[in-house]
């Protein structure tokens, strides 16, 4: 092999070594992904599974309002744990254990929504198909100050919820409402018994499709004051539904002017009046739930229902998009780097938007680049760092772009991630956040001096050594003692131990006692400035000691 080759792979080999030295010298620290989301703060955003093999973040819906006395979110998973978080009503599953849930991204809020009938073809999220559908959900008042409690007058009340049909056959049962007695002191007129009870009458509110629209029928629930007679009512709605695609439904009903609205994605569709005029003014009619009621869901329909609410009052204005504009939030603790002025490499994420677009599930899935997709959702990232994370303000942080060189700009023992999640300009889709990893290269001191070498004389030492390799080496520190491995000398002419060498490769230690043996070890240092100090107040940060060497002065 000729001499160039030789120098040449030499070469080669320093930069091979030199590089995995480097690289030896970063570390990782991931925070979602296997190490979950538990040591990070988020608001408006939620945990939801099923997209990815970890638990991703995901922009939250569905905040409930004060004015709520039934509210079915379907998020249980399962139709027998299904509960109403008033706590006014009791659920039952006539589906057994079978889960019949359909979760992201079919739910319309939340984590899930609740899968009526036999048939779900056309419904598949990639190559998965939806689970086996729930048979009808019985609804019954649990609580006395339950609104649709036996012989209570509502006053106020709205009915609201989603809905996602299959088909919109004719006939299909969406709602039901039955009970089987009237109020009491309730007289029904001739002819109006329930043939099951004489001497009963037979109440009903009905949610049935008809024409690609949903009819509202109210057999006997509005009631004259005293309970002297009832009135029926019925609504429809007038723009045709579209098969597998959400839409919104609120009935609501005001008690001083007996308006009953039925609203369809937050346009009115009809309007009646409980009243003896049929218009607005006369004698206004009550609700009043009947003996033994409950409500029925998905007896006869096929499709998916999600947020079934019942409210105390008329003023329920429908919140129409999946997601807030505002979007959500996560921040990270504050993450221990282990070193003052550790350099913060790069921000690496992995994530994605999902969504429904004509029945069907769109994914798109990045781990690189500004996070911005097609459907305009969007996910931000920042990242700030110090020394002492105490003195942090909102000024500190900086958007970083994932997968992007950060440039020596961020620099500390302590780094914080924060990202915002935005969904799509409809707010349909949410954005989802799977990981997000820290690159950074700890601010590792200095390593020690090589070949130490001690030379004494009377009451002298003299030591020298080879300089650290580190280019960031400010200088050095000389122990010295006369326990081996214990460096608390002093009396020495230069002071106690340590002794600053500066920047020099040898010292001459004058003052030590003839006769006694002394331990001798050489550590390199670098500069660090702590958080608020001046150029003039360097920190030393110190690295490991040298081979320790021991010399015994003695007198010439």
């Not at 996070?371 to 990232?381: E, G």
């Amino acid at each position: 092999m000729t001499k160039k080759r030789i120098l040449t792979t030499l070469f080669y080999l320093f930069l091979t070594v030199s590089g995995s030295l480097s690289a030896l010298d970063r570390k990782t620290v991931s925070i979602g992904g296997s190490a979950a989301w538990g040591e990070a703060q988020y608001r408006g955003l939620t945990e939801t599974g099923n997209i990815r093999p970890w638990p991703v973040l995901t922009l939250a819906s569905g905040d409930a309002p004060a004015s709520l006395d039934l509210a079915l979110s379907f998020d249980e998973g399962k139709p027998e744990l299904f509960i109403d978080r008033t706590g006014h009503y009791r659920v039952k599953s006539s589906g057994g254990s079978a889960i019949s849930t359909a979760g992201p991204p079919w739910a319309r809020v939340g984590k899930e929504a609740v899968l009526f009938s036999a048939s779900t073809a056309g419904l598949r999220a990639g190559q998965r198909a939806l689970p086996a559908p729930a048979g009808p959900l019985t609804i019954e008042p649990y609580r006395e100050d339950a609104l649709f409690a036996p012989s209570r007058n509502m006053g106020d009340f709205a009915l609201e919820f989603w809905v996602y049909p299959l088909n919109m056959e004719n006939g299909e049962q969406l709602l039901s409402w039955s009970a089987i007695s009237a109020p009491r002191g309730f007289t029904p007129p001739a002819g109006a018994e329930s043939p099951a009870s004489p001497g009963l009458i037979s109440q009903r509110i009905q949610c049935a499709a008809a024409k690609n629209r949903f009819r509202w029928t109210f057999e006997d629930f509005f009631f004259s004051p005293g309970a002297g007679e009832s009135l029926d009512l019925t609504l429809s709605g007038q723009s045709p539904l579209v098969p597998k695609t959400w839409s919104h439904h609120l009935i609501r009903f005001n008690a001083d002017t007996g308006l009953l609205e039925y609203l369809v994605n937050g346009n009115s569709e009809d309007i009646v009046y409980a009243s003896s005029s049929g218009r607005e003014g006369g004698q206004v009619y009550s609700p009043l739930a009947g003996e033994g009621g409950s409500f029925t869901l998905g007896r006869r329909f096929s499709g998916m229902m999600d947020e079934f609410r019942i409210h105390k009052t008329f003023n329920v204005e429908p919140e129409l998009r999946r997601y807030p504009a505002s979007g959500g939030w996560v921040e990270s603790r504050a993450i221990d780097l282990g070193e003052n002025s550790s350099r913060i490499l790069s921000l690496e994420a992995s994530g994605g938007t999902i969504g429904l677009k004509d029945g069907k599930v769109r994914n798109e899935y990045g781990e690189k680049g500004d996070f911005r997709f097609a459907d305009n959702s969007a996910i931000q990232f920042f990242l700030r760092a110090a020394d002492n994370p105490y003195h942090w303000t909102d000024e500190d942080w900086q958007t970083v772009v994932p997968g992007a060189d950060l440039q020596d700009t961020l620099k500390g023992r302590y780094a914080q991630v924060a990202a915002i999640l935005y969904p799509s300009g409809d707010g349909e889709a949410s954005p989802y956040l799977e990981e997000i990893r820290l690159l950074y290269q700890p601010n590792q001191p200095p390593r020690p001096p090589s070949q130490v070498m001690a030379v004494s004389s009377n009451g002298t030492v003299t030591l020298s050594w080879k300089s650290s390799p580190d280019q960031d080496t400010a200088g050095y520190l000389v122990y010295y003692g006369t326990v081996r491995g214990e460096y608390f000398g002093d009396g020495a002419t230069l002071g106690a131990s340590p002794l600053d060498a500066g920047k020099h490769n040898s010292i001459r230690i004058e003052g030590l006692r003839n006769g006694t043996v002394y331990y001798f070890a050489v550590a390199a240092y670098s500069l660090n400035s702590p958080p608020g100090a001046s150029p003039r107040e360097p920190e030393r940060h110190v690295g490991e000691f040298s081979r320790e060497l021991s010399v015994r002065p003695l007198r010439d």
